[in-house]
């Protein structure tokens, strides 16, 4: 249970905060994208009332080149704003990559750490198979001597057994 839980910590949680980040880069996209369109529209606006000529004689007039301005001080603030927004959106880019490098370092360190972790416990292994062989080498000497002591033993209660039969027989 304990790493199951575990393993929606590491990975199902970075992935939800990911997911949302994204959702909010691409809300920015989109409201850079209307700010684009809305400009567009300006922009041929501005190309008509250049184009408008309501005075005498087909020139323009005051009014004319006043809308024109208009126009032209409306794209100037909309470009304000596509900036700003688009400082806003580099922002997110960064802040994305920053989580991105710093997912990827922790993961780095955590693959470093079961690294040194399986490195320790392979040591602790070899020690430990080292130690077991000594003691198995001393354990079979052991065993060797309690059989020569063991033969000993028997051949000496045999020996004895053979002169107390002696004995009582002479």
Not at 72 to 96: G, H, P, S, V
């Amino acid at each position: 249970m304990m790493r199951y839980l575990l393993l929606l910590f590491f990975f199902v949680l970075p992935a939800t905060v990911l997911a949302q980040d994204s959702s909010a880069y691409e809300l920015q996209r989109n409201k850079i994208n209307s700010l684009l369109a809305q400009r567009s529209a300006r922009f041929g606006q501005y190309q008509k009332s250049l184009n408008a000529r309501t005075g005498i004689f087909g020139m323009q007039t005051k009014k004319d080149i006043k809308n024109s301005n208009e126009i032209l001080r409306q794209i100037a603030l909309n470009d304000n704003n596509i900036f700003r927004e688009l400082k806003i959106l580099m922002e997110y880019k960064e802040m994305q990559v920053q989580q991105v490098q710093n997912t990827a370092e922790a993961y780095n360190d955590r693959i470093q750490r079961y690294m040194q972790a399986i490195k320790k416990l392979q040591d602790k292994n070899e020690s430990l198979k080292l130690v077991v062989a000594e003691s198995e080498r001393q354990q079979t000497f052991l065993h060797y001597v309690i059989a020569c002591l063991a033969i000993a033993f028997f051949g000496t209660v045999i020996i004895m057994y053979g002169k107390i039969r002696k004995l009582r027989k002479a």
